[in-house]
Antibody, heavy 123, light 111 residues
Framework: QVTLRESGPALVKPTQTLTLTCSFSGFSLSTSGMCVSWIRQPPGKALEWLAFIDWDDDKYYSTSLKTRLTISKDTSKNQVVLTMTNMDPVDTATYYC???????????????WGKGTTVTVSS | QSVLTQPPSASGTPGQRVTISCSGSSSNIGSNTVNWYQQVPGTAPKLLIY???QRPSGVPDRFSGSKSGTSASLAISGLQSEDEADYYC????????????FGGGTKLTVL
């Protein structure tokens, strides 16, 4: 059974750096085709993709946020870490991590999501 | 402003068939597959359809997906009260070094 769980601070101050950890089980991020992604959702708003990292340690970032984001993995611990610098109240959201895998034609999709962690940015 | 365009709301009565549209462009839906997610308020999104029209194990066959050109649709037949949720489409976008893009979401109300 594949599961993912997000963890991190519930409250951060403006200008601080946010560090979130995605701990997963049921798959290995060293398996070809496997990736882990971060997505966020501000209250009452739509989903927004942030970043993903693949089995080969290639990293992809949202064009609009890439200067603030860093994603990394620890395959031995089954964890993926996302850092976001210079946090602002508009970054208040629920942050999700999700597994990405590919179909037989090498098209990718996010299939299993964590329950999310809520982050509030306020002084 | 979401890259993929969905109607903000949809509705239907129990037993009816409803469809939700998702409009994109040549760099996303036109050249990649579409995935659909169901999100009950207060919970995480759940994969409903992947690769345009494939259902993961456990998703009822009342849910179906299709794609044509730069648009996609999610159809729900035999509408049930538990289908009331927000629905999102998603696709990879090849522009600007690549980004996953989502629709703005459609709130489905079962009357």
């Amino acid at each position: 059974q594949v599961t993912l769980r997000e963890s991190g601070p519930a409250l951060v101050k403006p200008t601080q750096t946010l560090t979130l950890t995605c701990s997963f089980s049921g798959f290995s991020l060293s398996t070809s085709g496997m990736c882990v992604s971060w997505i966020r959702q501000p209250p009452g708003k739509a989903l927004e993709w942030l970043a993903f990292i693949d089995w080969d340690d290639d990293k992809y970032y949202s064009t609009s946020l890439k200067t603030r984001l860093t994603i990394s993995k620890d395959t031995s611990k089954n964890q993926v870490v996302l850092t976001m610098t210079n946090m602002d109240p508009v970054d208040t959201a629920t942050y999700y991590c999700a597994r990405i895998q590919r179909d037989q034609y090498y098209y990718y999709y996010m299939d299993v999501w964590g329950k999310g962690t809520t982050v509030t940015v306020s002084s | 402003q979401s890259v993929l365009t969905q109607p903000p709301s949809a509705s239907g009565t129990p037993g009816q068939r409803v469809t939700i549209s998702c409009s994109g462009s040549s760099s996303n839906i036109g050249s990649n597959t579409v995935n659909w997610y169901q999100q009950v308020p207060g919970t995480a999104p759940k994969l409903l359809i992947y690769s345009n029209n494939q259902r993961p194990s456990g998703v009822p066959d009342r849910f179906s997906g299709s794609k044509s050109g730069t648009s996609a649709s999610l159809a729900i037949s035999g509408l049930q009260s538990e289908d009331e949720a927000d629905y999102y489409c998603a696709a990879w976008d090849d522009s600007l070094n690549g980004n996953w893009v989502f629709g703005g979401g459609t709130k489905l109300t079962v009357l």
